[in-house]
T-cell receptor
Framework: DTAVSQTPKYLVTQMGNDKSIKCEQN?????MYWYKQDSKKFLKIMFS???????INETVPNRFSPKSPDKAHLNLHINSLELGDSAVYFC???????????????FGAGTRLSVL | DQQVKQNSPSLSVQEGRISILNCDYT??????FLWYKKYPAEGPTFLIS???IKDKNEDGRFTVFLNKSAKHLSLHIVPSQPGDSAVYFC??????????WGAGTKLIIKP
């Protein structure tokens, strides 16, 4: 039973379209994250929610909007997709963001987004 | 501005020998350092962490060493096994919630 699952795994779409990526965790964690892994393989935090409240909102185009209907779900909606949005997007969750081990995050398998 | 740097994009080690992965950082306020392992088409998985007040943490074949004066940490894997072939990410936390990541080092274990 997958702890952090995100769908779809692959997403191929045209420029200008709107798309969503869904993420669900069954670990009972309070905090969820969205990361973007760019072409240089850096993992960059985009957003973080704690108990449905936005706590991290990095410099991300406002075409990206996270939605957390409950603490087990954090979806990512992207409007007017651009070529530069092509990347792998990872969802993650954690229970103790500043606990004794430093806030271990558990990741989904990633969604590879290709914008044509 | 890269606060966490992994200067070796790849490393090749013979099976059974020691693998040493290095990480440098610039922010002296980091309070925890974590290592993650990533296989292709999977998300990163947590491996081992160390608090900034410690200089060593060991878990089975994995040991992380922290040198605060040099702002350097390293991950030692002994002995290296074929299943250890993966990309290893160094990450650090400052305050709550946020992990700052290095670019990763691809470890290849040769049989």
């Amino acid at each position: 039973d997958t702890a952090v699952s995100q769908t779809p795994k692959y997403l191929v779409t045209q420029m200008g379209n709107d798309k969503s990526i869904k993420c669900e965790q069954n670990l009972g964690h309070d905090t969820m994250y969205w990361y973007k892994q760019d072409s240089k393989k850096f993992l960059k935090i985009m957003f973080s929610y704690n108990n449905k409240e936005l706590i991290i909102n990095e410099t991300v185009p406002n075409r990206f909007s996270p939605k957390s209907p409950d603490k087990a779900h954090l979806n990512l909606h992207i409007n007017s997709l651009e070529l530069g949005d092509s990347a792998v997007y990872f969802c993650a969750s954690s229970q103790y963001p500043s606990g004794p081990t430093g806030g271990i995050q558990y990741f989904g398998a990633g969604t590879r987004l290709s914008v044509l | 501005d890269q606060q966490v740097k992994q200067n070796s994009p790849s490393l090749s080690v013979q099976e059974g020998r020691i693998s040493i992965l290095n990480c440098d950082y610039t922010n002296s306020m980091f309070d925890y350092f974590l290592w993650y392992k990533k296989y292709p088409a999977e998300g990163p998985t947590f491996l081992i962490s160390i608090s900034s007040i410690k200089d060593k943490n060991e878990d089975g074949r994995f040991t992380v060493f922290l040198n605060k004066s040099a702002k350097h940490l390293s991950l030692h894997i002994v002995p290296s096994q074929p299943g250890d072939s993966a990309v290893y990410f160094c990450a650090a936390t400052v305050g709550n919630y946020q992990l700052i990541w290095g670019a990763g080092t691809k470890l290849i274990i040769k049989p």
